[in-house]
């Protein structure tokens, strides 16, 4: 098992405690193609309506996505909202939460209206002010009681009252007491605030208001990140860059400038809650900082190319770093060939895809998947489901079941990663995956190949296989019951 293995099955069952501003996220789904008559505004169709834990639960929800346990302690009104939070909370294995309620404050939500994977509107619900003491009391309480047997504190700050200068030197003075790492997402100006923590977390804008000093060269990112060293009194600071990565201090004062893992990006919704979760397991369970950064780097990278405030699980984890499973095989769920694609792609490579039953494997695939490997620098390879094999060839058919047909897959030298769909079509593993290039035989046209215009629409291309004569699973079928049957 190598190292990064290690670290990411360190993670599995490990409490952490996260501190913050608990919110509701709520994604509606729709379409907009046309401008309203009645003002110059979009016309939104709404069609589907999804509610998540947000702000700091969105921590909690990456630490236990990433094999951790979560304590969620915070504070919400006595309404709606609060209630279907509180379900969401319950519903989740692994997460718990001692939420205080304050019947005069509405429980914060965040309404996003997305259309084609993109958003269009946000609309906030909140009340924002500082808790009152009993409530602060509640949490202190709650708080406590949760860090015994814990790993690490997170402490995350998205400006709604919950975390005054007094809460978070509380917290950490709990933490401190029991030497526990303590990881803060800060969003105030003045970060001299969270004194007391082991490391903190700001974003580039964030690092330059709270500086004066500009992110964008790997210079001014290290002088930023020692500046806040020093405001902070805090021994690390991680800087999170967007698409320069990350510039890590640790608490020698030596600097790593980490290169982004991210290249597709669809949504930076949560972002730095994964960043977050991940850096908490990491030096919860023993890691350098920068060993506990590049973990944090590469569980960014994948949950960027997701829509929604996403989370990542160990397993993607895992796929994006190493190319294969926890498990070490090749074939992967369609959430981990697409954490896989996202990390290849982000390194320059190119990565191909083709698909087939394969049932019985013959000449002419192995044409085929040589062909397909020559196009680019990696290959993923998707096969029809059992189920889906027997709505398109019969009920005799697969000869050989999904995960046989996989695990000789697998073998092939041209195979990087095999993912199986279920579907009569290989679109919604096109879709996702995002694929540089897409091979067919040349038996297809261009404009009759599934998920060639998802493909092409991107900047990637068709690349057509020549065929090998006679060669097909049904022929080699008939041939083995017998003359009679070629």
């Given at each position: 098992m190598s190292r990064s293995s290690e670290w990411i099955e360190a993670f599995r069952g490990r409490k952490l405690v996260v501190f913050g501003d608990v919110m509701l996220d709520r994604y509606t789904f729709g379409d907009s193609t046309r401008i309203s008559p009645e003002a110059p505004a979009p016309v939104f169709k709404a069609e589907r309506v999804d509610a998540m834990i947000g702000g700091a639960g969105n921590v909690a929800r990456n630490i236990v996505s990433l094999g951790g346990q979560?304590?969620?302690?915070?504070?919400?009104?006595?309404?709606?909202?609060?209630?279907?939070?509180?379900?969401?909370?319950?519903?989740?294995?692994?997460l718990s939460a001692a939420l205080a309620i304050n019947a005069d404050m509405r429980t914060a939500v965040k309404n996003r209206y997305v259309a084609k994977n993109q958003q269009m509107l946000r609309v906030d619900e909140e009340d924002v002010g500082d808790q009152p003491d009993s409530v602060v009391a509640d949490m202190m309480s709650s708080l406590a009681t949760a860090l015994e047997g814990a790993s690490a504190l997170v402490i995350s700050d998205y400006a709604k009252g919950v975390l005054t200068e007094d809460a978070i030197a509380r917290a950490c003075a709990l933490a401190n007491d029991r030497n526990l790492p303590v990881v803060v997402d800060p969003k105030a100006r003045d970060l001299s605030r969270y004194r007391g923590a082991t490391v903190v977390t700001p974003n580039a804008k964030e690092t330059e208001e709270a500086t004066g000093q500009s992110c964008v060269s790997d210079a001014g990112a290290e002088a930023a990140a020692r500046a806040i060293a020093q405001q902070v009194g805090c021994p690390m600071v991680v800087v999170t860059r967007g698409p320069q990565g990350m510039t890590v201090r640790n608490a020698d004062d030596g600097i790593t400038h980490l290169p982004t893992a991210a290249q597709e990006v669809f949504d930076v919704s949560g972002a730095g809650d994964t960043v977050v979760a991940a850096l908490a397991l990491g030096l919860g369970s023993g890691l350098a900082v920068e060993d506990a950064a590049e973990?944090?780097?590469?569980?960014?990278?994948?949950?960027?190319?997701?829509?929604?405030?996403?989370?990542?699980?160990?397993?993607?984890?895992?796929?994006?770093?190493?190319?294969t499973g926890p498990d070490g095989r090749l074939t992967v769920s369609l959430d981990g060939a697409v954490a896989a694609t996202r990390a290849w792609q982000a390194q320059g490579q190119s990565v191909v895809f083709t698909n087939g039953c394969f049932d019985l494997l013959h000449p002419g695939h192995v044409s085929l998947l040589g062909f397909a490997r020559e196009q680019g620098d990696k290959l993923i390879v998707a096969i029809n489901s059992d189920a889906s094999v027997k709505r398109l060839k019969g009920p005799s058919r697969p000869v050989q079941d999904e995960d046989s047909r996989a695990l000789v897959m697998e073998a092939l030298r041209f195979?990087?990663?095999?993912?199986?769909?279920?579907?009569?079509?290989p679109l919604e593993a096109i879709t996702a995956i995002q694929p540089d290039v897409l091979v067919k035989g040349a038996d297809y046209k261009p404009g009759e190949v599934v998920g060639g215009d998802v493909v092409t629409g991107r900047g990637g291309r068709i690349a057509l296989a020549p065929l090998v004569d006679g060669q097909s699973t049904t022929a080699a079928i008939a041939r083995a019951n017998g003359p009679e049957n070629v």
């Amino acid at each position: 098992m190598s190292r990064s293995s290690e670290w990411i099955e360190a993670f599995r069952g490990r409490k952490l405690v996260v501190f913050g501003d608990v919110m509701l996220d709520r994604y509606t789904f729709g379409d907009s193609t046309r401008i309203s008559p009645e003002a110059p505004a979009p016309v939104f169709k709404a069609e589907r309506v999804d509610a998540m834990i947000g702000g700091a639960g969105n921590v909690a929800r990456n630490i236990v996505s990433l094999g951790g346990q979560a304590v969620l302690i915070g504070a919400i009104g006595a309404d709606a909202a609060g209630r279907e939070l509180q379900a969401a909370i319950e519903a989740e294995d692994g997460l718990s939460a001692a939420l205080a309620i304050n019947a005069d404050m509405r429980t914060a939500v965040k309404n996003r209206y997305v259309a084609k994977n993109q958003q269009m509107l946000r609309v906030d619900e909140e009340d924002v002010g500082d808790q009152p003491d009993s409530v602060v009391a509640d949490m202190m309480s709650s708080l406590a009681t949760a860090l015994e047997g814990a790993s690490a504190l997170v402490i995350s700050d998205y400006a709604k009252g919950v975390l005054t200068e007094d809460a978070i030197a509380r917290a950490c003075a709990l933490a401190n007491d029991r030497n526990l790492p303590v990881v803060v997402d800060p969003k105030a100006r003045d970060l001299s605030r969270y004194r007391g923590a082991t490391v903190v977390t700001p974003n580039a804008k964030e690092t330059e208001e709270a500086t004066g000093q500009s992110c964008v060269s790997d210079a001014g990112a290290e002088a930023a990140a020692r500046a806040i060293a020093q405001q902070v009194g805090c021994p690390m600071v991680v800087v999170t860059r967007g698409p320069q990565g990350m510039t890590v201090r640790n608490a020698d004062d030596g600097i790593t400038h980490l290169p982004t893992a991210a290249q597709e990006v669809f949504d930076v919704s949560g972002a730095g809650d994964t960043v977050v979760a991940a850096l908490a397991l990491g030096l919860g369970s023993g890691l350098a900082v920068e060993d506990a950064a590049e973990l944090a780097n590469r569980a960014a990278g994948v949950v960027v190319a997701k829509v929604g405030t996403a989370t990542v699980s160990a397993a993607e984890l895992h796929i994006a770093m190493h190319g294969t499973g926890p498990d070490g095989r090749l074939t992967v769920s369609l959430d981990g060939a697409v954490a896989a694609t996202r990390a290849w792609q982000a390194q320059g490579q190119s990565v191909v895809f083709t698909n087939g039953c394969f049932d019985l494997l013959h000449p002419g695939h192995v044409s085929l998947l040589g062909f397909a490997r020559e196009q680019g620098d990696k290959l993923i390879v998707a096969i029809n489901s059992d189920a889906s094999v027997k709505r398109l060839k019969g009920p005799s058919r697969p000869v050989q079941d999904e995960d046989s047909r996989a695990l000789v897959m697998e073998a092939l030298r041209f195979v990087d990663l095999v993912v199986i769909f279920d579907e009569d079509t290989p679109l919604e593993a096109i879709t996702a995956i995002q694929p540089d290039v897409l091979v067919k035989g040349a038996d297809y046209k261009p404009g009759e190949v599934v998920g060639g215009d998802v493909v092409t629409g991107r900047g990637g291309r068709i690349a057509l296989a020549p065929l090998v004569d006679g060669q097909s699973t049904t022929a080699a079928i008939a041939r083995a019951n017998g003359p009679e049957n070629v």
